[in-house]
């Protein structure tokens, strides 16, 4: 397969706009990288975690302490990492199983589904490089179809944290669940949310924005900018937008996104995957028996995406970005029955 470079999107928002949004500044570290410390943290204290590597490369170099003879690395084996996750877990062990979250929901999704989820285990899944954030990898290492794949599985909690700073609490709590979970992380740093943003509630949607036109719906980092940059571009239309992160895509916080709504006719959801399947159709799903609205869907084209590029630039060159999100949007409240103004 041929490679070539991503060019410049067309419509990507302007340094003007990024300013103008006042983004919080990128970390030095990435939500994988705070797992991993998270893990080397929690290992020696906890006799019943055991963690499962497939050859990642991401704990090369930890000291896991009084831990160390509970990290296996199985190799690149990921259909018998599940396996084994499964094993010790009904063997009273909790795994942290790593992997891609290219091969977790694709080439181990048997595993995962027979071995994992039908028995209800306690095993967290913890992907990365999910979306494209392995950009410089290609379609074979992109995982745009993961949350679509995840979420049907009857049992399986969908986590996707929204920045470093809320990986190692989320992961806290999703190991406290007692069932399956499916930890979505991307590979490099990502930035900040907002530092006055609620702490972080599994199962909790956190409002991060509050408006009356209209509601904004993202999950995962660069959605969740990408929706506060547009909030801001649609301000200065005198546009007002409710901004939600939703960490939690399974179970979906149905009732405070309905709360947020109040009389809104208009709800545009933001993610880092393929339209079909992925958070926007859980939400339509939810709201389609609720309430009606319009729920418009800003995703990842339907097609591979064969060129090589950053994470932001092949997300922005996809139209998941704030000036795409902020067009999405006029358009919405000008079609009969999409807004209260």
């Not at 020696?44 to 009084?66: K, N, Q, Y």
């Not at 979250?101 to 071995?115: G, H, I, T």
Request: glycine residues 10%; charged residues 20%; proline residues 7%.
């Amino acid at each position: 397969m041929t490679m070539t470079t991503a060019p410049a999107p067309a419509g990507s928002p302007s340094t003007a706009h990024r300013t103008a949004a006042a983004a919080p500044a990128a970390p030095d570290r990435s939500a994988r990288e705070v797992y991993r410390d998270t893990v080397a943290e929690l290992l020696p204290r906890e006799d019943r975690l055991v963690v499962l590597d497939s050859d990642t490369g991401l704990f090369g170099g930890v000291d896991f302490g009084a831990g160390a003879e509970r990290y296996l690395n199985i190799g690149i084996a990921e259909h018998t990492l599940m396996g084994a996750a499964a094993g010790l877990a009904r063997e009273g062990r909790i795994p942290l199983v790593n992997t891609m979250a290219a091969f977790a929901s694709s080439r181990a999704l048997e595993a995962v589904k027979l071995d994992i989820a039908l028995g209800n285990l306690p095993v967290l899944i913890a992907a990365t490089h999910s979306g494209v954030s392995a950009g410089h990898l290609g379609p074979t290492h992109h995982a745009l179809e993961d949350l679509a794949t995840l979420r049907v599985l009857p049992h399986m909690t969908v986590v996707v944290p929204g920045d470093p700073a809320q990986t190692a609490e989320l992961l806290r709590q999703a190991l406290a669940l007692g069932g399956p979970v499916y930890f979505r992380l991307g590979r490099g740093a990502t930035p900040a949310l907002p530092a006055d943003a609620e702490p972080p509630r599994l199962g909790k949607a956190q409002i991060l924005r509050r408006g009356t036109d209209l509601t904004l719906a993202a999950c995962g980092p660069y959605p969740v900018l990408a929706a506060l940059e547009a909030a801001q571009l649609l301000a200065a239309d005198g546009i007002s937008a409710n901004v939600l992160h939703l960490h939690t895509v399974k179970p979906l916080d149905t009732p405070t996104l309905l709360d947020a709504l109040g009389d809104q006719k208009t709800v545009i959801t933001v993610e880092e995957h393929w339209a079909a399947g992925g958070f926007g159709s859980a939400v339509a799903e939810e709201l389609s028996a609720l309430r009606p609205v319009q729920v418009h869907r800003i995703a990842m084209p339907d097609a591979f995406v064969q060129v090589a590029g950053s994470q932001r630039r092949l997300l922005e060159q996809g139209g998941v970005s704030a000036r795409s999100i902020a067009d999405r949007a006029r358009r919405a409240l000008d079609t009969p029955g999409g807004g209260t103004r």
